[in-house]
């Protein structure tokens, strides 16, 4: 695939993303390992729930400073996993923190080392990415996959009120073009992959605490502030 160029803002909050990300994230009550945590949990139910093996190799698109690296090794027994983004800045953060031999780090459109992969995770990254450039950035993840592999597309909700204030206070969110779920669908299905389902989580803030048990009831409404389309690669690739 033919890369977009950089984000300056992202080469720019290279050395400092948590914080920027956490001007918004601050009126959630919660900090970003509280949601890659979540996101990741909710993953490997779902996949529990599919009768899915565990993954062993993983690629994580649009991977930042690499900040979902250890959630993902805490919930699968993964041999590699890469993580490729367009910015230099933020892949060259990734390495320093995350140095176990089992990471490989790597700037698009290099090819992702160790595809292909059981499983491909990708969180509120397409809202960056131009419309136009969208549908080549899905099948870039598509080729990356094996045949039967699993794609973890998670976007922030633009039905969900919170997410537009949350994405408001960080400096390289307020000029996203936010992708609502069946665009989502679309691109995946236009890559060639099997949609297996669609959820949302992140209802209630930390001060609503007491009721997140009621979020995985809440999950088929798609109204939490972000959402998973879980996809799946055919087996028999007909493209």
């Given at each position: 695939?033919?890369?977009?160029?950089?984000?300056?803002?992202?080469?720019?909050?290279?050395?400092?993303?948590?914080?920027?990300?956490?001007?918004?994230?601050?009126?959630?009550?919660?900090?970003?390992?509280?949601?890659?945590?979540?996101?990741?949990?909710?993953?490997?139910?779902?996949?529990?729930?599919?009768?899915?093996?565990?993954?062993?190799?993983?690629?994580?698109?649009?991977?930042?400073?690499?900040s979902s690296?250890?959630?993902?090794?805490?919930?699968?027994?993964?041999?590699?996993?890469?993580?490729?983004?367009?910015?230099?800045?933020?892949?060259?953060?990734?390495?320093?923190?995350?140095?176990?031999?089992?990471?490989?780090?790597s700037?698009?459109?290099?090819a992702?080392?160790g595809?292909p992969?059981?499983?491909?995770?990708?969180?509120?990254?397409?809202?960056?990415?131009?419309?136009?450039?969208?549908?080549?950035?899905?099948?870039?993840?598509?080729?990356?996959?094996?045949?039967?592999?699993?794609?973890?597309?998670?976007?922030?909700?633009?039905?969900?009120?919170?997410?537009?204030?949350?994405?408001?206070?960080?400096?390289?969110?307020?000029?996203?073009?936010?992708?609502?779920?069946?665009?989502?669908?679309?691109?995946?299905?236009?890559?060639?992959?099997?949609?297996l389902?669609?959820?949302s989580?992140?209802?209630?803030?930390?001060?609503?605490?007491?009721?997140?048990?009621?979020?995985?009831?809440?999950?088929?409404?798609?109204?939490?502030?972000?959402?998973?389309?879980?996809?799946?690669?055919?087996?028999?690739?007909?493209?």
């Amino acid at each position: 695939m033919t890369a977009p160029q950089p984000p300056p803002s992202f080469d720019e909050y290279a050395g400092d993303y948590d914080s920027a990300l956490q001007q918004g994230l601050a009126i959630s009550g919660e900090s970003k390992d509280f949601f890659a945590a979540g996101r990741i949990a909710w993953l490997r139910l779902r996949l529990e729930k599919l009768g899915e093996p565990p993954p062993r190799s993983a690629l994580d698109f649009g991977c930042g400073t690499g900040s979902s690296t250890p959630f993902l090794h805490d919930a699968f027994p993964l041999d590699s996993l890469c993580g490729v983004d367009v910015s230099a800045k933020v892949i060259e953060v990734a390495r320093k923190a995350y140095p176990d031999a089992r990471n490989h780090f790597s700037v698009l459109p290099a090819a992702p080392v160790g595809a292909p992969a059981d499983l491909a995770f990708c969180n509120g990254v397409f809202h960056h990415i131009p419309p136009v450039e969208r549908p080549a950035a899905v099948r870039y993840v598509f080729d990356a996959l094996r045949p039967g592999g699993l794609f973890a597309f998670w976007e922030n909700n633009p039905w969900n009120p919170g997410t537009h204030i949350v994405m408001s206070r960080i400096p390289f969110d307020r000029d996203a073009i936010l992708v609502w779920p069946a665009q989502a669908r679309r691109l995946a299905r236009g890559a060639g992959f099997e949609i297996l389902s669609t959820t949302s989580q992140f209802f209630f803030p930390a001060a609503l605490k007491p009721l997140r048990f009621l979020e995985p009831i809440l999950a088929p409404t798609l109204l939490g502030a972000q959402y998973l389309v879980l996809c799946r690669k055919p087996v028999a690739n007909r493209r």
